[in-house]
Every structure is written in structure tokens, then in C-alpha cells.
């Protein structure tokens, strides 16, 4: 079975959503070859991912495409599949989106932190007149050279 679904176009090449969303090559074969139903639309264009599979990284990179109710997955070992664990690939995303949230707290903290012993750290008003002290020194010197050298 299969065919275009419902509402959807196809151009011999590009089968397209009724969303405009499209679908290429082997994720378009896959789609016209089973009977895919009309409201399991895409949500992204087809993405490349290393690992492909977050639960499952041992089947390496590949492409991937996401639907309304079915992920396509494509690696060169394995050719296209329907993703049938999407619990696992969910758990295992929501991991690393936690992780990643938890990373920032910490950096986000260290930046406050950072920024608190910065604002703590009044200059020294006798370390900013030297340094003025200095700078005019050097303009005098530069002034002195310049005429010992023109004599």
C-alpha cells in the first residue's frame, strides 16, 4: 500500500505537507511506499545528527525528520527507519535538555559571582595617579628625546 497521502502534492521529487513542510529522497520514498496517514505532517525539514539516535548513539550519524505522531531516521547501515522507541529517544533528549539547563545555572552563577567581585573591587584612587604620573612622565620623555634629537 501507500501512495500520496491526502492533501498532500508530490512532484516526482518533493512530496509536499499541506503544511508546506517537505519531504526528499529516502524519507519521500519511505512516506509514498507505506500508508502513511494525512495528519502525520512534518514538523522540520530533514536534519543531519551525530549521534541520530540520542537513546542509541551507537548507530552513529544520520539524518533524521520529525512528524506529528513518527520520527524518520536514516543512517548508511541501516536505511531509513520509523523510530518505534520514541519514549526512549524523548527520555533520553529531556536528559541532555536537563543536563544542558543545569550547566547554565552554574555558568549563569559563576557569571554573578564574577561580576559581584568586580563591582567589590573599588580602584585604587592613589593606582589611578600613578598611572597618570607615568603617563605624563612618558609624554615629557617622548618631548625630551624628540628634542635631543633634533640637536
Known sequence: MGG?????RDDGHTLIAPNGISITQGFRDWVLSHNWSSD???????QHRDPVQAHAPNFGAGQIQCFVHSLL????????IQESQLGAEIYALQSQLD???TQISSLQAQISSLQAQLSAQAINPKVVDAIKEIQEINVAAAAALADLEAK
Do not use: K, Q
Open 4 to 8: 500520496i497521502p491526502t492533501a498532500w
Open 99 to 101: 543536563a544542558a539547563h
Open 73 to 80: 531516521w536514516w543512517t548508511p547501515a541501516t536505511g531509513v
Open 40 to 46: 502525520d505532517v512534518p514538523l522540520s525539514l530533514e
